[in-house]
């Protein structure tokens, strides 16, 4: 009945044009289980780190009800390292180093104890590494979720097509849909990738919100207007989370209630760019969600009589 | 009682990614008096044309309650002319050719039957132009709506904040809303704008929708995601149209029914894209319209049970 999270937990070093950040912890598995734990428990994490990785950024996990059971510790390897550097606009950025470590011959194992999982969100990582998980499940979960980025469209796009055919939901930014499409308009985009497999399509506009697909519908979530975006990493793996963590909260994975899970996944993502890295989401409460979703409505509502 | 509205009646010629038009009618004043008319009337335009401007074109505004005993005909001078080319992302656009012709030496004259207007739209024109409509009504309109764009702060910056000052609310784009304000965050923009005297201020994104500033408040209407955006221009001026024309004819200027407004604006906005030109607004139907408020209804809707 539970959430199962397969991501990348990390090293990252980010450069904004507000300031620097040093070595700290990072990683789409580590954005999405801290989102989705303010929604749902037990998480069961599928992930791999090194000897490097800090045991106390695992027990803080735990006692949000995060299961690491299926986390591998390669105790000899270093942890997965990206450093970036983000353009004024805070919308694109530069990588200045990636060392994948740990990541380069990444196994993923699911252990028995994660088979029961109805809930399954895949984060950004090798399409082949996501498949495995896919392949692992005795009984296909109720709700496959899939983010994915324009890297693997062009270094491995005929296992990218083969999973994202497996899923229910794929997220993609514009650009991504752009790219996967190879359509320029999003609402072509959204219907030429939905054949590809998904029955509902994400597609983040960062600042500019996002769009959900499904066959003819179209819903659309603003992202929050803020006097200061600090550091826009994660942003989309914490909107990920909250999005997956309401739906396994809820069980509920009807159109409609995507809509309100998209409005979770973005408040938690407005909360992520307050900080650097997972700083913010460490320190939020429920009261504090609560407000923010308050905010959400109060900035979409509008009255319309239609005679 | 009625909607005062002053801007530019033109020829434009456009190209875009999808096609070219020929000489074609435009201008700001134009695409607000085809959108606000379906909404109020009468609607008392302040203009100026030459003598080559199409009497038809006259005439079927005023068969849509716009009087035109204010728009100068100059029999012996040429209509402003301006042509420009759209690039891919159909959001910026190369001017080609601009000829001023007879807005070159435009002094607006309001007639006295235009006295009585409670809503006065100050369309994309020159700001002294702009200003002297203002100073010409003997009784100062209820509501002062202005739009303008990026050239006037370029070139006659002093003349443009004074006229700012004036108004109680400004319509501008979120890259003229940065250089406005020297502020790259829209949100410290905003704040910064509304201290220069607009009590409101929409943020127009093209695509990405519309903001609406006041005191602390803000709200966002969504643009409607479109399969093909046809031809851009004369959009944000549909859009405005549509704004005032709710608020004319509700007569109603709270915070609350200028969000309903901007909805109305954005709905005409997303007609105009359609076609080149004015085409569009000049066949829609008051069915059409509300078929499309159905759609913004169903975009943005959704459910939280905040307990």
Known sequence: M??????????????TPFGKSDKIIG????????????????IKQISVVGGDFPLEQLDAL?????ELEGVQIKKDE?????????????NTRDTLETQLNVLENFQPVVPESYQDCEFLMLGNLAPAVQRSVIQQMKKRPKLIVMDTMNFWMEIALPDLLDVISMVDVLLVNDTEARELSHEFSLV?????????????????????????????HVFFAPALPLEEVFDPTGAGDTFAGGFIGH???TKDIS????????????AMASFCVEKFGTQRLTEITKADIDARLEEFVQLVNFDIDLV
Chains 1, 2 share one sequence.
């Open 188 to 216: 072509k985009a959204a219907h030429k990738i939905m054949e590809m497999g998904p029955k509902y399509l994400i597609i983040k506009k960062g600042e500019h919100g996002a769009l959900l697909f499904h066959e003819k």
């Open 62 to 66: 735990s006692t949000r009800g995060v």
């Open 255 to 266: 159109f409609e209630n995507m809509k309100t899970a998209i409005i979770m996944g973005s």
């Open 247 to 249: 739906l396994a909260k």
């Open 78 to 90: 270093k942890t997965f390292f990206w450093s970036g550097r983000y353009h004024m606009d805070m």
């Open 2 to 15: 539970s959430l199962l999270v397969v991501g990348s937990m990390a090293f990252d070093a980010i450069e």
């Open 27 to 42: 990683g789409a598995g580590t954005y999405i289980a801290w989102s989705a734990s303010n929604f749902t428990k037990p």
